[in-house]
């Protein structure tokens, strides 16, 4: 009905930089808040930064001054603007939205895609 699909993850050397996306698609009537998470091997999920439809933004301690998160309402699409990328950022990240569907009944769901992967490494 809806989908979530990451992109643009992959390898990267500590300090540098990388942007991944997450476009949704299906019967969207609107998308309220948007965020980006991710899980490291042998750790729980966290919240990376999260933004609402307005534009309001959060960040997680470790990423604050580093990633900037963002988002295209016309095109359903979020971004995630990442710098002086460490080692420690290394892992899986979802992208996770609260999705009114389009219908005879108007609901809010939350949806998850399937996740990119970012490496840092040398």
């Known amino acids: 009905q809806v989908q979530l699909v990451e992109s643009g993850g992959g390898l990267v050397q500590p300090g540098g930089s990388l942007r991944i996306s997450c476009a949704a698609s299906?019967?969207?009537?609107?998308?309220?808040?948007m965020g980006w998470y991710r899980q490291a091997p042998g750790k729980q999920r966290e919240l990376v930064a999260d933004i609402t439809r307005g534009g309001s933004t959060k960040y997680t301690d470790s990423v604050k001054g580093r990633f900037t998160i963002s988002r295209d309402n016309a095109k359903n699409t979020m971004f995630l603007q990442m710098n002086s990328l460490k080692p420690e950022d290394t892992a899986v990240y979802y992208c996770n939205a609260d999705i009114i569907i389009s219908g005879p009944v108007y609901k809010s769901y939350d949806y998850w895609g399937q996740g990119t992967q970012v490496t840092v490494s040398s």
């Open positions: 299906g019967r969207i009537f609107s998308i309220n808040d």
